[in-house]
């Protein structure tokens, strides 16, 4: 059985959004937070407190993301996050931006192969009795760079290889170097999970057919999105079985998206006192969800615009009005 994770991404799959997309849509096998810097002259803040407090996850299975090039710095925030209760953590070496890579963190961190091999050689000796996977790019330059990589990840009892085959210098811009994953099913020696544009049920099927041998698949801006796009896959599928008669497609009901978006906003509202944040937060989700509404566009236009909480709910309420 094929699984899915929620991709990580910062500043959206917060917990207030994993709880509720577990709530409301298909539960993921597994939910990835936004990657923490680790600190090694304190304890975790408040924010990362408030994204991993087990109260906060229950029910679901929460990997937290650590995004370091310091080996000692990582195994004391892996420490920190051991006590929370977490039995598997992912390591960040995908992150592309600028500010990110440029101090050799995230896929910055590909370009320099010896002290990645000497930050894993770190972690690995220092943590025996957790899960850790990796997150990863092709490289920093070229895709070239990932033959030397993955043998380096090969060296390390990895839980799992998650593989965005795009390099550092690619951002989100060229297309997903799929002869460079099917380079990492040949080679690798970790269970791999295939991520980038899994956008739509045709995208997920197509690939699904072409790697057979993959069956983790990790999702971001196609499920925050569509919401509903693993149930949509599953329609498919049961129509294709012939187990459905008449099948005139799937959408999701204005009943549940509504309700979705409700939790999550008087959740953010409980979280914070700023009005601005809560806004922020919701009109970042409402741009992805532009693909899903396309013929609401100057709808969707106007909740952007919103200034309060009150005008934002009135907008969005009148948009749920007019959908079927
Ligand atoms: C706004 C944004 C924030 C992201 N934050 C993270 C992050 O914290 N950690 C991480 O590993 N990847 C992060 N990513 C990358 C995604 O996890 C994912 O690899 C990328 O979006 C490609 O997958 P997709 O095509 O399914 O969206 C982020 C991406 C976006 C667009």
């Known amino acids: 059985m094929a699984k899915y994770y929620l991709a990580p991404m910062e500043g959206i799959t917060t917990y207030i959004f994993r709880n509720a997309y577990h709530k409301y849509f298909r539960k993921m096998d597994k939910y990835y937070t936004p990657f923490f810097v680790p600190h090694s002259k304190r304890g975790l803040n408040l924010k990362e407190q408030e994204e991993i407090l087990p109260a906060h996850n229950a029910g679901l299975f929460v990997v937290p993301q650590i995004l370091s090039n310091n080996g000692n710095d990582c195994v004391q925030t892996i420490e920190k996050l051991k006590r929370y209760g977490y039995e598997e953590i992912?390591?960040?070496?995908?992150?592309?931006?600028r500010t990110v890579a440029s101090k050799y963190r995230g896929s910055g961190f590909l370009a320099k192969t010896e002290e990645l091999d000497r930050f894993l050689d770190t972690v690995f000796s220092n943590e025996k009795d957790v899960k850790i996977s990796v997150k990863t790019r092709l490289g920093r330059d070229e895709p070239e760079e990932f033959e030397r990589i993955l043998s380096i990840y090969n060296q390390y009892p990895l839980e799992e290889l998650i593989i965005h085959p795009r390099v550092q210098k690619d951002y989100y811009m060229h297309e997903v170097r799929l002869s460079w994953y099917a380079y990492a099913e040949g080679h690798s020696r970790h269970?791999?999970?295939?991520?980038?544009?899994?956008?739509?049920?045709?995208?997920?099927?197509?690939?699904?057919?072409?790697?057979?041998q993959t069956d983790c698949w990790m999702i971001g801006r196609g499920m925050i999105a569509n919401p509903g796009l693993l149930m949509e896959l599953e329609a498919e599928k049961l129509k294709n079985e012939k187990k459905i008669q008449s099948y005139g497609g799937f959408s999701i009901e204005k009943e549940r998206m509504a309700a979705f978006l409700q939790d999550i906003c008087i959740h953010y509202e409980e979280a914070s006192p700023k009005e601005i944040y809560v806004l922020f937060k919701m009109k970042e989700i409402w741009t992805y969800l532009m693909r899903y509404y396309p013929d609401?566009?100057?709808?969707?236009?106007?909740?952007?615009?919103?200034?309060?909480?009150e005008e934002y709910k009135r907008e969005v309420q009148e948009i749920f009005t007019l959908l079927r």
């Not at 992912?90 to 931006?97: D, Y």
């Not at 269970?191 to 057979?212: A, D, H, W």
């Not at 609401?296 to 909480?309: F, P, S, V």
Request: some cysteine; overall charge positive.
């Open 191 to 212: 269970s791999l999970c295939y991520n980038g544009e899994l956008n739509t049920v045709k995208n997920i099927q197509e690939m699904q057919q072409r790697f057979p």
């Open 90 to 97: 992912n390591l960040n070496f995908g992150c592309p931006s």
């Open 296 to 309: 609401h566009l100057e709808k969707i236009r106007k909740i952007k615009k919103t200034q309060t909480i």
